[in-house]
Each structure stands twice: as structure tokens, then as C-alpha cells.
């Protein structure tokens, strides 16, 4: 533990205040388990924004909670994907840190809904379906960080999405 103490407060203007902090050492200790049971499924597709534009997938990426008969604590997960056909770069998932260029973990929460309570789960609203080839295959990996900043491996699985089939044409005259 680490104490500071300051006499005057810590703009000097105000009482005198101690602050303490705890300094975890993470040495020695054992990485997070690899997530397990991965899985994707579909939450359905987004319309184009704009005539001819590419639709959006809504993939949900599924996995196993630690249990919590471990001693491992998990506080974030990272997600990425890769798009296999037509094949491109590997996508990290997170949002940038505010004012900052670093990527922010996402939090790791845990469902009230009882049936899900075992599952921790993402979405990806973001990929744009390309249309050939058709279906596009798609890589998706889950790694999952403990509350000592120690990431575990990496697990990964695949999924094929591909745009909807036209809708029938609708006659408006028959002249």
C-alpha cells in the first residue's frame, strides 16, 4: 500500500488530505481461462442506408462465463474479426478510448436474464456484406482479461453471412 499525504490539500488551498492506494502485482499469476463453447448467431440484418448500398449483419458472439468456482475474475474482453471471403485485415471490435487512441476493452457484464446468466455475449452491427462472393465468411476471436490487466488466449470461430434474396417484384400497371 502507498500512501500520499498532503498538507495543504492537493491544489495547496484546502485541508490536508492522505490518500492511499493498493499496487497489485500480477507476477505469478495464472492468465484467464480461454473462452469456451464460442458461438455466432444471427440477430437478423440491417436494411442499406442509401439505393444499392451493402446491407449489415447483427452477429451475436456467444461464450462461456467463468465460473465462478475459479479464482479468476474477469473485468473486459477484447473482440475481433476478419472477414475470410473476400479476405481482409483483422477488425478489433472496441470503440476507441475517449480523447485517446487506445482501444477500450468492453466491459464484461453479466445477463439478468436467468436462461443467459452462464453466457457472456457481444454484438457486431458493423460489418457491411460485401456481395461476392456470397456468402462472405467471417472469423470471429474472443479473449478475455481478469482484473489484473492479464489477458487469456485467444478462441475463435467462423460464420457465413451473405445478403437476403430479393423480394418479389411488385407489378404496378399492366400497360
Known amino acids: 500500500m ?25 507476477r505469478g499469476v495464472l492468465p484467464p481461462p ?13 436494411a442499406p442506408v442509401v439505393t444499392d448500398g451493402p446491407w449489415r449483419t447483427v452477429n451475436r458472439i ?15 474482453f477484447a473482440l475481433a474479426r ?11 471490435l472496441m470503440d476507441k478510448r475517449m480523447y485517446d487512441t487506445a482501444l477500450q476493452p468492453i466491459a464484461a457484464t453479466i445477463s439478468s436474464n436467468p436462461a443467459t446468466v452462464n453466457r457472456m455475449a457481444a454484438l457486431d452491427e458493423r460489418y457491411q ?25 485467444w478462441a475463435t470461430t467462423t460464420v457465413a ?12 400497371s399492366t400497360r
Open 62 to 76: 456467444g461464450w462461456d462465463r467463468v465460473s465462478e468456482t475459479l479464482p479468476f475474475q474477469i473485468g473486459s
Open 82 to 92: 476478419q472477414a475470410l471471403a473476400p479476405a481482409g485485415g483483422v477488425e478489433p
Open 129 to 153: 456484406i460485401a456481395s461476392s462472393p456470397n456468402p462472405n465468411a467471417l472469423l470471429y476471436g474472443v479473449a478475455m482479461q481478469d482484473l489484473f490487466g492479464t489477458w487469456s488466449h
Open 34 to 46: 480461454t473462452p469456451t463453447n464460442v458461438s455466432v448467431n444471427s440477430d437478423g440484418m440491417q
Open 2 to 26: 502507498v500512501t500520499a499525504d498532503y498538507d495543504r490539500g492537493t491544489l495547496s488551498t484546502s485541508s490536508p488530505v492522505v490518500y492511499a492506494a493498493l499496487l497489485l502485482n500480477p
Open 161 to 172: 453471412v451473405g445478403e437476403p434474396p430479393p423480394g418479389p417484384a411488385t407489378i404496378l
